[in-house]
């Protein structure tokens, strides 16, 4: 199945984010899918299988899956009685609003062309890292919808692809990408 880019299914804007939770009688919690969109999964409860391309994922709860532009990908849910995850979708073209034209498409390639780069944290590895802080921001200011949401949520998203593309260009650190945030 390949999904509609955001524009054509109604999404004014660079993302979008849903709380995606276990379909009755079955574990197939996404078919087989691919978009143009880069993809986040926070899982809330629960756990899951995630197939990207042809490698296997496990993730539970407290887990971030990056799932690129391009892959194709499908995800079942674990055998925990509730199983539910955040989806955060974002147009590559939200980095144009942010970036200097000239690196505007090396970046968005990197979030593309990720073969053998980091697109699994755990918990352990998000604990007290700027990354989780802004996808619990990010969800947070999605489900209360408060006034100026919109704009917190999108300048999330913009922190969160910088974070990765600083962790899966660099060295891989995360301590490096912390300390130059918090600078």
């Known amino acids: 199945y390949v999904e509609p880019d955001m524009k054509k299914i109604g999404s004014k804007n ?13 574990n197939v919690m996404a078919l087989a ?28 709860k407290g887990d971030l899956l990056l799932i690129r532009t391009g892959v194709i990908h499908r995800i079942f849910s674990g055998s925990e009685e509730k199983n539910s995850y955040y989806v955060i979708k974002i147009a590559p073209s939200l980095i ?13 390639l990197n979030l593309k062309l990720g073969e053998g780069k980091k697109c699994k944290w755990t ?20 489900s209360k919808d408060d006034y100026c949401s919109d704009i917190a949520i999108k300048s999330g998203c913009a922190q969160i692809l910088m974070h990765i593309l600083r ?5 891989g650190s995360s301590q490096a990408v912390s300390e130059a945030t918090d600078e």
């Open 14 to 26: 660079n993302y979008r984010i849903f709380k995606q939770s276990s379909m009755p009688d079955t």
């Open 123 to 142: 918990k352990a590895e998000l604990e007290g890292t700027q990354l989780k802080a802004i996808t619990e921001s990010i969800i947070n200011e999605h």
């Open 33 to 60: 899918h691919i978009h143009n969109a880069i993809e986040l999964l926070y899982v809330n409860e629960g756990s899951f299988t995630t197939i990207l391309g042809e490698t296997e994922y496990y993730i539970e």
């Open 167 to 171: 962790e899966t260009e660099g060295d």
């Open 96 to 108: 144009f609003d942010f970036a200097v034209d000239s690196n505007a498409s090396k970046y968005i």
